[in-house]
Every structure is written in C-alpha cells, then in structure tokens.
C-alpha cells in the first residue's frame, strides 16, 4: 500500500489560481492512474481529473474544463492541479487518489487509496 500527501491547500479570492500537489510514496502497480476528486460540506465525493501515469492521458469533469489542468513529474512521482479562474463552488476539500491500473476512472469506489485530502476555500 502506497502513501498520498496532497498540499496546496488554501484561501484565495474568485478568480484566482492555486496548485495543488499530490506525492506519491511506497508500493504502486507498474502501471496505475491518480485523479482528483472533492467534497464539499454536505455533499458527495465528486470526480474532478484523473490522469494516467505513462500515457499521460487525461479526463476532467465538465465544470472545471477549460480553468483546471492536471499534470505529473514522474521522476518527482507527484501530480499536480493546477486551478484557476476559481469560484466560490469550487470550494471543497480536495483528495487525491491512485488507482492501480492505467485506464483512467471518474468513480471514487474504483480507486485503491487515497491522501487526507487539502482545504481549497474561493471567497466571493
């Protein structure tokens, strides 16, 4: 079992940018895909982006299409979002999340571990 620590996290004002980063540490299958995903107050876990380790293949969720860009360092083993253009729904508690195999997946159940996840607040 691999380890995840997201970081990143924080304040910003509609409109603004953030990255968030996601370190992965231990054992992961030789092929395997991360994603993002978030939860705000009251609501379910939602996909954000997913990203395949090798191929470097992407997927978002349509909400964040065009202002959000996930990417990765492989030699880093760290994946990154970068957000902007940001507003106030897209505050929530962000996870990130390795799945051990490389075809991507935007259902939560679907992923083998996950980080402890980083607090993203947008004001208006």
């Known amino acids: 079992q691999g380890q995840l620590v997201e970081s990143g996290g924080g304040l910003v004002q509609a409109g603004g940018s953030l990255r968030l980063s996601c370190a992965a540490s231990?054992?992961?299958?030789?092929?395997?895909?991360m994603g993002w995903f978030r939860q705000a107050p009251g609501k379910e876990r939602e996909f954000v982006a997913a990203?395949?380790?090798?191929?470097?293949?992407?997927i978002y969720t349509d909400s964040v299409k065009g202002r959000f860009t996930v990417s990765r360092d492989n030699a880093k083993n760290t994946i990154y979002l970068q957000m902007n253009m940001l507003k106030p729904e897209d505050t929530a508690i962000y996870f990130c999340?390795?799945?051990?195999?490389?075809?991507?997946?935007?259902?939560?159940?679907?992923?083998?571990?996950w980080g402890q996840g980083t607090q993203v607040t947008v004001s208006s």
């Open positions: 990203i395949s380790w090798r191929g470097g293949s992407t």
């Open positions: 231990g054992r992961t299958s030789s092929s395997y895909s």
């Open positions: 999340a390795v799945r051990n195999t490389a075809v991507l997946s935007t259902l939560p159940y679907t992923y083998d571990y």
